[in-house]
């Protein structure tokens, strides 16, 4: 039985094709705000860092009201270390709307995300985007999305129910059309093709009920919230409900509150019908896959299977000679960082936190960089004070016991002139390139690439294509481990005393390097302080000031002239550290650091392990 007053759609594309500011205009164009109200742009995306990156970090529910329809629209993240998001979300949809720019054309996340709504079954209504963009070409990437689909699998059904709903648009000036030159100012063409062409929920409504958990949020005051879609029956607020596991475990719990999804909020209710999406308060210890169910006559779905990390780092409370520095408030002791992380571990199911077998850190592993870096920043701004080790791959065992280790399927756009020079270096980190495409002066280069090799190769990338590149990467699957991959070449300088850095010092180091500090900046022994231009670490001193005679110098001294320092972001940071550094966060600095501060310590350290090397290969 189709619920012809509800529609459930999932918004999916590539990063910065206009998901988010899509969503902005369809809550204007269904009255979500009053006239006076003042309402940002990207509304939904709320998130501190969603709103400075401008990427969908965390999937969304909003619900919207069209002629006496609800429309629940799922925006989801279009970056691949959050895919996890998406692949869960789209449980709840019926439909999907492809966004897709109207000058570049499906890109890598367009793939990723379609193909998984193509999985999923849903109908692909096809939404062409910034079609007032200088350089648009509609027509062209409406043939473009045809083929991809093709490639991906699409049924006919499918492909056909895509070609025939295509609408084009500008959500940054609010309009779509059914073509691009027929002149309509408004989102209206959208919502009336949603409303009479997308399919309602084919539901149940007088089965039992069969609930399915795909999201989870945290409370302090409740704990956790299971949200999901209902596929058969109604649940009503002082349920005794089933609860199966995805292991299949069962108990029983009760609903102590109901909320259904209004606009940008949510709304208490006392039941919710087959086909909505709703939020569920009461189940202690709810998860992703959890099926909400009738203790009489249990349903069982699918299990939901989240997709595992592939790479690991370590958090530890900070030993810098400069904790606790900045602010008398700042969180710097190990126990209050270990309760940071296990509450995130309550209210994050798409990361794995453990202790570490001497309980001297805790591991977390996520599906990136990106992914682990962002919780990083959150604690920062929270005030939390610690250091965090190089990214490690997580490794598997094959069938026969083989070592096997992530791959992924990189893509990087850039200007014909540099495509030799980008295959060049992927190819110094086992990269191997699998396609290239060329159109007018820009080439697109797929390379299949262990997880290992991307450290700290989009900096490569964008410095030999003059910043004119644009590196794009998906998890692929587990392969063969690839062995040694070229790690950094150059040396650093490392400083050998805690003080403040002086010009008068830099100057002469700036000439053998890059310096990461500048004047008046705190550093302290062991602390990075640049990188030199050859192979090989040196201790440098940043404090050396100029030696003062009783003789008048015969000219002027002439002001030392810094060129600015290198500033990481955490992403490079973490990118750009060997495994015997360190990256110290605080709220207010990112430094790279040594693991041991001590030279002496340091040389000690080589010469133990070059004798335990030794000792291996003889007995080998």
């Known amino acids: 039985m189709r619920q012809d007053s509800i529609r459930n759609i999932a918004i999916i594309a590539h990063v910065d094709h206009g998901k988010t500011t899509l969503c902005d205009k369809l809550l204007r164009a269904t009255d979500a705000f009053r006239d006076n109200q003042e309402v940002q742009d990207r509304i939904l995306d709320s998130n501190d860092q969603e709103r400075e990156r401008g990427i969908t970090i965390l999937a969304k529910n909003i619900s919207i009201e ?10 989801t993240p279009g ?54 963009r200088p350089g648009a070409r509609p027509e062209e990437v409406v043939n473009d999305v045809f083929d991809l689909m093709c490639d991906l699998g699409a049924t006919d059904e499918q492909l056909e129910f895509t070609m025939g709903h295509v ?17 309509n100012m408004d989102m209206y063409p959208l919502l009336d093709m949603i409303v009479d062409e997308m399919p309602a929920p084919d539901v149940e409504p007088d089965a039992p009920l069969a609930m399915q958990v795909v999201n989870v949020d945290h409370s302090t005051f409740v704990g956790r919230i299971g949200v999901g879609r209902i596929y058969s029956g109604t649940i009503h607020t002082g349920d005794t409900i089933a ?12 609903v102590r509150q109901l909320y259904t ?29 959890d099926v909400y169910t009738s203790p009489d006559d249990p349903q069982h779905l699918d299990p939901i299977i989240v997709d595992p990390p592939t790479l690991s780092v370590v ?55 990106l992914h682990l870096t962002v919780l990083m920043e959150t604690m920062r701004r929270e005030g939390f004070e610690f250091q965090v080790g190089r990214p490690h791959v997580i490794y598997k065992r094959g069938d026969n016991g083989e070592k096997l280790e992530p791959y992924e399927e990189a893509v990087v756009e850039t200007p014909s002139e540099y495509a030799g020079k980008v295959i060049e270096l992927f190819g110094n980190v086992d990269g191997l390139m699998t396609n290239m495409e060329t159109y007018d002066d820009r080439a697109q280069v797929k390379f299949k690439i262990p997880t290992r090799g991307l450290m700290g190769l989009k900096t490569r990338v964008l410095n030999v294509s003059h910043g004119e590149a644009m590196m794009y990467h998906n998890f692929l699957e587990y392969g063969p481990y690839a062995g040694e991959i070229n790690a950094r070449k150059n040396g650093l300088m490392i400083s050998m005393s805690t003080d403040k850095a002086v010009a008068y010092a830099l100057g002469t ?4 390097g890059t310096l990461f500090v500048g004047p008046g900046d705190e550093c302290y022994e062991g602390m990075i302080v640049g990188e030199r231009q050859r192979e090989g670490d040196m201790v440098v001193n940043v404090a050396r000031t100029k030696n003062l005679g009783n003789q008048r110098s015969s000219t002027a001294d002439i002001a030392v002239q810094l060129t600015p320092p290198r500033t990481f972001t955490l992403e490079e940071a973490m990118e750009y550290i060997a495994d015997d550094e360190l990256v110290e966060i605080t709220p207010k600095h990112i430094r790279m650091r040594k693991r041991l501060l001590s030279a002496t310590d340091r040389k000690k350290d080589f010469v133990r392990r070059q004798s335990a090397a030794a000792a291996a290969a003889q007995q080998g």
């Open 79 to 132: 970056h691949a270390d959050f895919g996890g998001e998406v692949e869960r979300v789209l449980r709840m949809a019926d439909g999907a709307l492809l966004l897709v720019d109207a000058f570049e054309g499906p890109m890598p996340q367009t793939r990723f995300v379609l193909q998984h709504a193509i999985e999923a079954s849903l109908a692909i209504m096809l939404v062409v985007n910034k079609i007032d």
């Open 243 to 254: 609860v199966i596991k995805n292991n299949g475990d069962l108990s029983t719990s009760t």
């Open 66 to 75: 069209y002629k006496g329809i609800k429309i629940n629209v799922i925006d």
């Open 509 to 512: 180091l700036q000439e053998r």
């Open 315 to 369: 958090f530890e409370a900070s030993t810098s000679p400069l904790v606790g520095r900045e602010d008398q408030k700042d969180i710097v002791g190990a126990r209050q960082l270990k309760e940071r992380l296990m509450q995130e571990k309550e209210s994050n199911i798409t990361m794995e936190i453990h202790e570490t077998e001497d309980h001297s850190g805790v591991v977390v592993s996520g599906r990136g960089v």
């Open 261 to 289: 999804f209004d606009y940008l909020g949510r709304k208490e209710c006392d039941q919710a019908v087959a086909g909505d999406i709703c939020a569920v308060v009461g189940v202690e210890g709810t998860d992703i896959g």
């Open 167 to 183: 609408v084009y648009a500008s959500a940054m000036n609010g309009y779509a059309r059914l073509d691009p030159s027929d002149g």
